[in-house]
């Protein structure tokens, strides 16, 4: 979630550079109150990445990839399209994300499992990963095939999520 974090930060800070792309407004439940789209892929081929990679700032950046790499078997700047955050309240700790791109899931599940607060719940045909993060905060996560993963604060949110991208719940209205 720390990188994802970063990659909103470098995100907003390209909008000004870059039009930020594939944005989807049936992702987003239509009571969200606030939202955010990066489109990863052009904020990677922006001048913006060209000036980070060149002054390798953020500082520990390319570590970060790499741990992605290793550890989830994904190349958050190659494999991630684009990345819609949305949420409910003002609170930092609350909202969602919705990531779209090519995932190796049974890799990312492995990394996921390995957490001591790890918690699998079966509910209608549907896989939901639980754990806490290192600052103890709660996340939920489903993947829906077969490009789009959700990852939420609440399950209850996740939920909303879910139901939004099936189309069983609004999503917000295009234009």
């Given at each position: 979630m720390r990188?994802?974090?970063m990659v909103l930060a470098a995100g907003c800070s390209a909008l000004m550079v870059v039009h930020a792309g594939p944005f989807v407004p049936g992702d987003v439940?239509?009571?969200a109150i606030w939202l955010a789209h990066i489109d990863v892929q052009r904020v990677?081929?922006?001048?913006l990445a060209d000036f980070l990679k060149a002054t390798n700032a953020p500082a520990?950046?390319?570590a970060y990839l790499e741990r992605c790499r290793r550890d989830l078997?994904?190349?958050p700047l190659r494999d991630i399209d684009h990345v819609t955050l949305f949420g409910f309240t003002g609170s930092p700790g609350s909202g969602a994300a919705v990531i779209a791109g090519r995932f190796?899931?049974?890799q990312l599940v492995r990394h996921i499992t390995r957490n001591k607060s790890y918690r699998r719940v079966d509910e209608d045909g549907r896989i939901i990963h639980q754990w806490q993060d290192r600052h103890d905060a709660t996340l939920n996560m489903f993947h829906l095939p077969p490009?789009?993963?959700v990852i939420a604060t609440s399950y209850d949110l996740l939920?909303?999520?879910i139901a939004t991208l099936e189309g069983r719940k609004p999503g917000l209205a295009p234009g």
């Open positions: 990188f994802l974090l439940p239509a009571t990677a081929a922006s001048p520990n950046a390319q078997g994904l190349d190796k899931y049974e490009n789009r993963i939920k909303l999520s």
